[in-house]
């Protein structure tokens, strides 16, 4: 059966894994995914551990590395070719960014989760950003020189005039991209939970109607 997101009322509850409704959950469990809570029934609170587990054991990392590595040299163009939206639209595009890496990396690792997957999807995902930003300054820097500059911008040279614009106060829009794609890729690959309450908000929910 396809797991189903799904509480009927804050009161009656069916469990994804067998389909059983109840009207008192007491002693029911709640698998938190990333797009939702699944009710477990007590019966099938093992089988559901069982999945949680094996969805976070023995990652294919190099697939995930590879993956969010092409996702993230694809992005940092995007951020390359939309540098002149506004600031705003930026902070859409760099949350947008951290999915896809995020995405790519679970994809990669056979669509498992957990820590490990999490830290590769923010180092991409912070890659893809500072990938644009030098893309970026390649472009002014080799325009400024009318094209007396050869090859690429040596990274060295990238780190002291990404510094020097924080200096000027300009790079903290940078920043911000930077924080918000690695945050969401941070998400994306999180592990799975059985809580043995509902979430917050569900409890939040049942108080205000309750």
Known sequence: MAPEFLSVTPQRLRCYVCGTFTESPNG??????????????????SKAEQEIEQ???????L???????????????GCYLLEGVPTAEKIGIAAGIGWVVGKAV????????????????????????LGGQYLILNHLVSKLASGSLSGWLPWRQFWILLGSL???GKGFAGLLLFTVAISCAFVVPRAEKLLSEPPRIIRWWEKLVG
């Open 106 to 129: 679970v994809f990669g690792s056979g669509n498992k989760r957990g820590p490990s997957l999490q830290w590769t999807a923010g180092a991409l995902a912070g890659a893809a950003i």
């Open 28 to 45: 029911w469990s709640y698998r938190v995914r990333l797009r939702g809570h699944s009710p477990v029934c007590p019966s099938c609170r």
């Open 55 to 61: 969805l976070a054991s023995n990652p294919n990392l």
């Open 166 to 168: 924080f200096a000027q």
């Open 63 to 77: 697939g995930a590395v590879l993956f969010g590595a092409v996702a993230a040299a694809v992005a940092a163009t």
